[in-house]
């Protein structure tokens, strides 16, 4: 390298045909320090060389890749951009840094006076925080929520904060630091109308559920545009810890159906989720007939899909009618004989001639 440098007839900056990365960039991104600092040593050396492909300056690939060496001796020069942003998702060096669980490129970041802690990204708008909370990197998340101008409930282009995404991803420590805010609201909705709670619910997080359902500000009963609510999404995905902690508060409807007609019941049945349906038929406030926009009931959809043990729960209560028919005017056992459920067919027959024990 220092032969090569030598010589009056290379150029330090030239950058190769694929991917536009230049010698620092190369040295950067596969942690050779010593050839970066050899680098930067010369005047002809530029430091902000991005590549063409993904626009990462060194920096930005040092940061990514999480080699605080090179960082730092990035940082000593005074022509480097510390809030790049990279051609891909507009992500700057420390967004980089605290996606990726790098504590020690974010503390050497956050110590400089001219990075700007809370740049989201062009593409998502998430910032640095939103993405260490969202993979659960709870030391970086302590630091950002220490700075002033760190907003601890900024939202993406989805309305996506910070704790909405630490909830989906069940994140529970980060969770608490970000509940301990006083300006980080616990039932912010997004775009979709979904709050903190409903994504927690829909992934099973029991953890981040009691938390949040600590809060007074949260209501356990809040529907998204498309009308579901916690319970909707923890039954359809068969969560039973998450719908039983949702069945004991006293302001969650069990039998609140969506802009489609669903209920939780037959989200549940008709992805064959015995032990939600369990709890749902023990329920008086449930209706184990209910049908939905199409005519469909629970038994329609279980006995359609193959769901045995669904089929047999909701045929033993007299409330449902194992010959209802749905707008296209298909019975549980027109289904169930389409489909090929020859076990079905002879179930629903029994019921609906001696019924079922």
């Known amino acids: 390298m220092k032969l090569l440098l030598g010589r009056e007839d290379v150029n330090p900056n030239t950058s190769d045909a694929e991917y536009g990365r230049t010698p620092l960039l190369w040295a950067a991104r596969n942690r050779h320090e010593g050839t970066v600092k050899l680098l930067l040593g010369r005047k002809d050396v530029n430091p902000e060389a991005a590549d063409t492909k993904y626009g990462l300056t060194p920096l930005s690939q040092a940061a990514w890749n999480g080699h605080e060496g090179i960082v730092r001796l990035l940082l000593e020069r005074k022509d480097v951009n510390l809030d790049t942003l990279d051609t891909k998702d507009g992500l700057t060096p420390l967004s980089q840094a605290a996606r990726n669980g790098h504590e020690g490129v974010v503390k050497l970041l956050l110590g ?66 970000l509940l301990q805010r006083k300006e980080v609201s616990p039932d912010s909705l997004c775009t979709f109308g979904r709050t903190p709670l409903s994504w927690a619910a829909e992934n099973g997080h029991g953890g981040v559920m009691k938390l949040l359902l600590k809060q007074r500000d949260v209501n356990p009963d809040r529907s998204s545009k498309h009308g579901r609510t916690p319970l909707s999404w923890a039954a359809e995905k068969g969560h039973n810890g998450a719908v039983k902690l949702l069945l004991r508060r006293k302001h969650v409807n069990p039998d609140r159906s969506c802009k489609l007609g669903r209920t939780p019941l037959l989200r549940a049945a008709r992805n064959g989720h015995e032990g939600v349906v369990k709890l749902l038929l023990k329920r008086k406030d449930v209706n184990p007939d209910s049908s939905c926009n199409s005519g469909r009931t629970p038994l329609s959809w279980a006995a359609e899909n193959g769901h045995k043990g669904v089929v047999k729960l909701l045929l033993r209560r007299k409330d449902v009618n194992p010959a209802s028919f749905s707008k296209s005017d298909q019975t549980p056992l027109a289904l169930a004989a389409e489909n090929r459920h020859g076990a079905f067919v002879e179930l629903l027959h029994a019921r609906r001639h001696r019924g079922v024990r």
């Open 112 to 177: 400089q006076k001219n990075v700007n802690p809370d740049i989201p990204d062009t593409k998502y708008g998430l910032t640095p925080l939103s993405r260490a909370a969202r993979n659960g990197h709870e030391g970086i998340v302590k630091w950002l929520l220490e700075r002033k101008d760190v907003n601890p409930d900024s939202s993406s282009k989805s309305g996506r904060t910070p704790l909405s995404w630490a909830a989906e991803k069940g994140h529970e420590a980060t969770v608490k630091l």
